[in-house]
């Protein structure tokens, strides 16, 4: 098994410009979520999926769009870069998707972006 | 709002000693609390984890201890090697009715442990 796989690994982007970074999984988890690692801010979550055609907004989701078409695919779509957006990004899945209480199982996360916008 | 926080920002331990890692949550509902760990130029994984209910967790040279009163935890890692620098995260989670857990992460700590 792959696990999580992200593409691309690096990313040169001009202020305004538009690209989708991709991210699949081949576990069959139902969550799946995309975070963004800045220094000294740890991992903060941008938005994330319970299950296809089911997204939701997480802490820092501005500039951002997603969407859930499949169990396994889970691109997250810059809509016009800025500089802000400089980061590395991961991509994360785990089993379980709509539940309540209970502790999480493992969240495995993907090789990460680093994407910079200049 | 910073709901877990996380010291220190670096951490230097010679081969052998004792790394700890401290982190510090306000919000009473978590229930989970796990630890990442990332090396370089990859994503993090999972290291250990304890639930409120125990206050030790131990996996090897690894372990967590769990203070709920004072709601902090923290990451020892005994015998420290080369091989453990990185960098290390704490989170927690909570439960919340209709909505799916997430991930509340520390601000991470980098770990080098000199040979």
């Known amino acids: 098994n792959a696990g999580v796989t992200q593409t691309p690994k690096f990313q040169v982007l001009k202020t305004g410009q538009s690209m989708t970074l991709q991210c699949a999984q081949d576990?069959?988890?139902?969550?799946m979520s995309w975070y963004r690692q800045d220094p000294g801010m740890g991992l903060r979550l941008i938005h994330y999926s319970v299950g296809a055609g089911i997204t939701d907004q997480g802490e820092v989701p501005n500039g951002y769009n997603v969407s859930r078409s499949t169990t396994e695919d889970f691109p997250l779509r810059l809509l016009s870069a800025a500089p802000s957006q400089t980061s590395v990004y991961f991509c994360?899945?785990?089993?379980?998707?709509?539940?309540?209480?209970?502790?999480?199982?493992?969240?495995?996360f993907g090789q990460g972006t680093r994407l910079t916008v200049v | 709002q910073q709901q877990v926080k996380q010291s220190p920002q670096s951490l230097i331990v010679q081969k052998g000693g004792i790394s700890i890692i401290n982190c510090a949550y306000e919000?009473?509902?978590?229930?989970?609390f796990p630890w990442y760990q990332q090396f370089p130029g990859k994503g993090p994984a999972l290291l250990i984890a304890i639930r409120p209910d125990v206050s030790e967790k131990k996996e090897g040279r690894f372990t967590i201890s769990f203070n709920k009163s004072a709601k902090q935890f923290s990451l020892h890692i005994m015998d420290s090697q080369p091989g453990d620098s990185a960098t290390y995260f704490c989170?927690?989670?909570?439960?919340?009715?209709?909505?799916?857990?997430?991930?509340?992460f520390g601000s991470g700590t980098q770990l080098t442990v000199l040979p």
């Open positions: 989170a927690a989670s909570k439960g919340s009715s209709g909505s799916a857990r997430q991930l509340t």
């Open positions: 994360a899945s785990r089993r379980g998707g709509f539940r309540t209480g209970g502790p999480n199982t493992e969240a495995f």
């Open positions: 919000n009473t509902a978590f229930d989970y």
């Open positions: 576990m069959n988890h139902e969550y």
